[in-house]
């Protein structure tokens, strides 16, 4: 028997998700199980925060925060590690509000942490 590492609940040995909390198991995670939806979320994220970063490129202010933040969300995906809450949110009101409800949208559970 494994336990949940963010629980402690017992679990069995082929489960991929704990049942208590619903978090995915290290297992789960080390298989790269992103989801069809997950990919496809992380593409229309990508163009919708390029765009933002094109539509915002005449006054140059913004472009100090839109273009760190969409470079930083693309190393992110492709490590495959998780992004924060605050980084979501700043991407719905800085970035773009379609890439960020996108983000908010992401099944977080299949990151690393």
């Known amino acids: 028997m494994k336990y949940c590492k963010y629980c402690g609940s017992q679990l069995d040995d082929d489960a991929v998700v704990c049942v208590n909390c619903g978090r995915a198991t290290d297992e789960f995670v080390a298989a790269g199980a ?3 939806t997950n990919k496809t979320l992380n593409i229309v994220i ?9 539509a915002y490129g005449w006054t140059l202010i913004p472009l100090i925060w839109c273009i760190p933040m969409t470079v930083s969300f693309f190393r992110k ?4 590690r998780k992004v924060g809450v605050g980084f979501k949110v700043c991407t719905l009101l800085f970035v773009n509000i379609i ?3 996108c983000l908010l949208c992401r099944d977080e559970n299949c990151y690393k942490d």
């Open 99 to 101: 890439a960020g409800i």
């Open 34 to 36: 992103e989801s069809d």
């Open 77 to 80: 995906v492709s490590d495959g």
């Open 46 to 54: 990508k163009v919708f925060m390029v765009l933002g970063c094109i």
